[in-house]
T-cell receptor, first 115, second 111 residues
Framework: GAVVSQHPSWVICKSGTSVKIECRSL??????MFWYRQFPKQSLMLMAT?????????EQGVEKDKFLINHASLTLSTLTVTSAHPEDSSFYIC???????????FGNGTRLTVT | GENVEQHPSTLSVQEGDSAVIKCTYS??????FPWYKQELGKRPQLIID?????GEKKDQRIAVTLNKTAKHFSLHITETQPEDSAVYFC??????????FGSGTRLQVQP
């Protein structure tokens, strides 16, 4: 079955530094990828929609200059958390879809801890 | 935008009993309703889904019902087992594949 790989699975960084998270579709070309954030004991909240070759569409309340998304190829999208702060500590999960009516596949998630 | 509400937030049942989780959605354009099971620190796993042109779908011990008029859908788990214990999320999709999730239900199945 289709697999979406996310890297790293966990990362600890110091406040003020930037962290890049990769989301790869391993056996299909993903026209669209989505980034979600999940705080402890809470639901998944959509952060942005990433389309290959175009600018990401951010949800209301998500700072586009803080959460940089790049979807340079049909198999890779990256999320960079810039100038991370402790309140950015969360579980970040991507999902990918090949086409509009195709199944949605989730990555394994990245646990970010900012100290 | 879409708003999905989910109840209850926690549910404790005895092994072998049934469990029902309910969700409502606001956007009549939503046409796809998946249910996910998530274990701690792991990705959500799709357990069943239903499209708006279907009223009910069943897969072994799991079933989902959809009432488009009332804009609500429910997950039914029969003959619950301890391994069913997890957090369950409903979600709604208007067709652009960006899911709006419910707040989650922590299901505990007591042996």
């Amino acid at each position: 079955g289709a697999v979406v790989s996310q890297h790293p699975s966990w990362v600890i960084c110091k406040s003020g530094t930037s962290v890049k998270i990769e989301c790869r579709s391993l056996d299909f070309q993903a026209t669209t990828m989505f980034w979600y954030r999940q705080f402890p004991k809470q639901s998944l909240m959509l952060m942005a929609t990433s389309n290959e070759g175009s600018k990401a569409t951010y949800e209301q309340g998500v700072e586009k200059d803080k959460f940089l998304i790049n979807h340079a190829s049909l198999t890779l999208s990256t999320l960079t958390v810039t100038s991370a702060h402790p309140e950015d500590s969360s579980f970040y999960i991507c999902s990918a879809v090949r086409a509009r009516d195709s199944p949605l596949h989730f990555g394994n998630g990245t646990r970010l801890t900012v100290t | 935008g879409e708003n999905v509400e989910q109840h209850p937030s926690t549910l404790s049942v005895q092994e072998g009993d049934s469990a029902v989780i309910k969700c409502t959605y606001s956007d009549s354009a939503s046409n796809y309703f998946p249910w996910y099971k998530q274990e701690l620190g792991k990705r959500p796993q799709l357990i069943i889904d239903i499209r708006s042109n279907v009223g009910e779908k069943k897969d072994q011990r799991i079933a989902v019902t959809l009432n488009k008029t009332a804009k609500h859908f429910s997950l039914h788990i029969t003959e619950t087992q301890p391994e069913d214990s997890a957090v369950y999320f409903c979600a709604a999709d208007t067709g652009r594949r960006a899911l709006t999730f419910g707040s989650g239900t922590r299901l505990q199945v007591q042996p």
